[in-house]
């Protein structure tokens, strides 16, 4: 059952149109992110959520609640939505001690002092500051300043977490850790989470769905796995993981590439669309492609290089390059080889038309 939910939300800044018609559903408890490149209106959305931003079209509600509804006119104030909210940039004050900083929310409430201390305590107690609540925020690190955002966020019992880039200014271990203890806390207290990010390996760990936007347009939304293994276009898949993408052209023959002798079958074959285009690109994640002994592509080892885990190839395909990881104790060519390549599990794309001879 939705729990969270855009129609047809609209958004301008000034006459232009950042946000044309979104809808989407959010489930209660899930964790749901949104990703996609800087720009392409995560922060705003968040903040039409949050109800820091109003609408210039359509509704938001959680439940059978509206939040936010253009046509009445209607706005329930960021305060009275019941979300817990953490944000980029340390927002803590540093004046106050760690515990003011997380019961300070509590107090505008109606609650009573004992309550406000009972629940500063307990929010305190499951991000682990405790120990530190006298301090103040500016004697921790980055990831204890977040933490504090974190238990202030959580001290006012939300229905819905809202996190936006929580842990980008957090270095990468940290920043790894801090995942599995929002996780953590999410199963513990049920909350639904909305989380914008940009980066995709924070996402897939984190995420029941993932919608992926490109200029406030939905191109995805579906499990981690599927947006990797099934994106629904070109731009999902060049924007989850590395991936490798060559132009080719395809005859009745099989396929070619640029600067290498032959024809190849490649399976499954472009769809017919493709076919009678005569073009297409061939796209295809390093994990995917194989060295075989006879029969594939050639390739040439420019590069080859140990990642720890994974052994990382730049081969050259003709005049095009492309990215082949394997695990380290996998057999390949050496630095210098020639080899052939099989792919497998691979997409079919359009190529972009562009005119060549630089005309219009
Ligand atoms: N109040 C505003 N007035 C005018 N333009 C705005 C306003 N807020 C955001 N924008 C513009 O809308 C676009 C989308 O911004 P938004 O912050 O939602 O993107 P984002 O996906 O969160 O990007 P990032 O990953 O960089 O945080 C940006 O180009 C920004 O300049
Ligand atoms: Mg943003």
Redesign the pocket.
């Known amino acids: 059952m939705s729990y969270v939910q855009l129609s047809h939300v609209m958004k301008k ?2 006459n ?1 149109v ?1 946000i044309e018609d979104l809808n989407l559903s959010i489930e209660r408890g899930e964790c749901f992110s949104m990703l ?10 968040l903040r039409m959520i949050a109800g820091f ?1 109003d609408l210039d079209g359509g509704e938001i509600r959680v439940g059978e609640r509206i939040l936010s509804s253009q046509a009445k006119n209607f706005y329930l104030p960021p305060e009275k939505r019941n979300f817990g909210m953490v944000f980029q940039a340390f927002a803590v004050w540093p004046h106050m001690s760690v515990f003011n900083n997380v019961a300070f929310p509590l107090q505008i409430g109606k609650l009573g002092k004992q309550e406000i201390e009972r629940r500063t305590r307990e929010a305190l107690k499951h991000t682990n500051l405790l120990g530190v609540a006298d301090k103040s925020p500016d004697d921790l690190s980055g990831g204890g300043k977040q933490r504090v955002a974190l238990a202030r966020a959580l001290a006012i019992n939300p229905d819905v977490m809202l996190l ?2 929580p842990l980008s200014s957090l270095d990468p271990h940290l920043r790894e850790e801090m995942r599995f203890e929002i996780k953590a806390l999410q199963r513990k207290f049920g909350f639904s989470i909305i989380y ?1 990010t ?1 980066d995709q390996s924070e996402a897939m760990a984190l995420s029941d769905r993932i919608m992926v ?1 490109k200029q406030g347009v939905i191109q995805q939304i579906d499990t981690p796995l599927n947006i990797y293994n099934q994106p629904a276009n070109q731009f999902v898949f060049s924007f989850i993981g590395l991936s490798n993408q060559l132009q080719v052209s395809c005859d009745s023959q099989g396929i070619r590439f640029p600067d290498v002798e032959g024809s190849y079958a490649i399976h499954p074959a472009p769809p017919a669309e493709l076919q009678s285009q005569g073009k297409a690109v061939l796209a295809c994640r390093p994990s995917e492609i194989d060295f075989v002994t006879q029969g594939g592509v050639p390739g040439y080892v420019k590069r080859r290089s140990y990642l720890g885990e994974v052994i990382d190839y730049n081969i050259l395909v003709g005049n095009q390059e492309l990215r082949i990881q394997k695990g380290r104790r996998s057999n390949g060519p050496q630095e210098g080889e020639n080899c052939q390549l099989s792919f497998s599990k691979l997409q079919w794309y359009q190529q972009e038309k562009h005119t060549e001879n630089g005309g219009g």
Request: hydrophobic content about 25%.
């Open positions: 800044f000034g232009v950042a996609g490149p800087s720009g392409c209106r995560k922060t705003t959305t931003e936006d880039e914008v940009h936007m």
